[in-house]
């Protein structure tokens, strides 16, 4: 499965997702951090907009940060901090290594429950393990599955019966057991 945040593109879907994952981070990690990192790019917008709803919803200031996909060569953040944000391989070891921080966690939007590289684990499991820090969702396909199996909206069932069995089987072989 593949969870598209480039689909939030208006201004009222953005806020929405923002205090979303401002509620999950909050009730999964509380408010002993400092800065939300988005990867370049479509974790930029979503960082930005997390930053805003947790200073409107909880009354702390959190600062952003991102990285680029390319290097920059002038100005004053002139270096080489980059990645393409495709992968925690990628993304973990230029954070750590661009200032001396400390990975309170992970959140993702969608908790896809398919296992990992290993074969066994989910992969936010893998990560958590991998890299010892925490790693949360604000759903899980499972969530997902059962609020829209069903049900009606804007005059369409959006998981039927036949996408519903479409989606057992497909678990059935790579989700998590």
């Known amino acids: 499965f593949f969870m598209n945040a480039g689909g939030y593109v208006t201004g009222s879907q953005l806020k929405r997702l923002g205090e979303y994952y401002a509620k999950a981070i909050h009730d999964k990690y509380g408010d002993d951090f400092d800065v939300l990192f988005g990867p370049a790019y ?10 805003i709803a947790y200073s409107e919803l909880y009354g702390k200031e959190i600062r952003y940060c991102s990285d680029r996909k390319e290097e920059k060569d002038h100005g004053a953040d002139k270096g080489s901090f980059t990645t393409s944000g495709k992968s925690m ?5 230029k954070v750590r290594g661009a200032a001396n ?4 966690g992970l959140m993702v939007s969608l908790n896809r429950m398919e296992v990992g590289k290993g074969g066994v684990k989910c992969a936010l499991e893998e990560v958590k393990d991998l890299y010892g820090f925490e790693t949360n969702a604000i759903v899980t ?11 009606e909206i804007n005059g369409e069932v959006i998981i039927d019966d036949t996408l519903k069995a ?7 072989q790579y989700g998590t057991k």
Do not use: C, R
């Open 89 to 93: 391989e990628e993304t973990v070891p």
């Open 101 to 104: 921080v400390e990975i309170v």
């Open 141 to 151: 396909m499972a969530e997902v599955v059962e609020y829209l199996y069903n049900k």
């Open 42 to 51: 479509k974790g930029i917008p979503l960082s930005v907009v997390t930053a």
């Open 166 to 172: 479409a989606i057992d089987a497909y678990y059935e």
